[in-house]
């Protein structure tokens, strides 16, 4: 894991005594802008892989949850590890919004990949969604496709923002009437009986790349090439 190019937090000078809590060093304004974004993931180790996870497992007894889950493929490496108790699918992907990784896949079409791909670790491991959730029936949507749980950020801010705890306790209220109407509208009365065929994601299907596209691709290439050779022989 490495930290973005983040443009925004770029353009944001600093002052060489200002730091971050868990960054080391200390800032530097040079050509390519303000250096928020670059003493922010200072404390980031690029060397972390998945070959790490039986240390942390080591280290740490309680549950071992993996954050920045980008496809099937990385459900699978998760399972596969034997250590890993839960996995977060984000848009975040500690992406935050797209400002560490642009064009990277939402946290429903993950979701797809991982129900084609690799449905497996639904059985395998508690799966919780973050980011992209704004109001009840997003919540259902990801239930429905296979998360344990969801979670949000930014709403509980700007509630709390506004208008404190009054604001949040308003947020939650807001977000359990729009669940619980969209529960019923789908023909459910508990989240226990959430399941894939309440949500039509027929426009999204096509967009889940499927296991050995690459083979196949390869597979096309040589009978290419094979119809070629044909060619010039005759």
Not at 128 to 149: E, H
Not at 218 to 225: A, K, M, P, S, T
């Amino acid at each position: 894991p490495v930290a973005g190019k983040r443009e925004a937090d770029e353009r944001v000078r600093m002052e060489s005594a200002q730091g971050a809590p868990m960054g080391q060093g200390t800032p530097v304004n040079d050509a390519k802008g303000g250096g928020l974004g670059r003493i922010t993931g200072s404390f980031i180790d690029a060397g972390l892989c998945w070959g790490d996870l039986g240390w942390l497992r080591r280290c740490w007894r309680g549950k071992l949850v993996v954050k920045g889950i980008m496809g099937a493929e990385d459900a699978r490496l998760a399972v596969e590890s034997g250590v890993v108790d839960g996995i977060v699918v984000s848009e975040k992907i500690s992406n935050h919004g797209g400002r560490n990784l642009d064009t990277s896949p939402p946290p429903l079409l993950v979701l797809l990949d991982i129900h084609q791909n690799y449905p497996l670790a639904f059985a395998r491991l508690t799966v919780l969604v973050d980011g992209g959730v704004r109001r009840g029936t997003d919540i259902l949507k990801c239930l429905c496709l296979g998360a344990t749980a969801v979670g949000l950020g930014r709403p509980f801010l700007y509630a709390l923002n506004c208008n404190g705890e009054q604001g949040v306790e308003a947020l939650i209220e807001l977000l359990k009437d729009e669940l619980s109407v969209a529960m019923a509208l789908v023909g459910i009365t508990d989240l226990r009986q959430c399941r894939r065929g309440l949500v039509n994601t027929r426009d999204l299907d096509r967009l889940v790349p499927r296991r050995g596209d690459d083979d196949d691709e390869d597979e096309v290439g040589r009978r290419r090439r094979r119809r070629r050779s044909m060619r010039a022989k005759l």
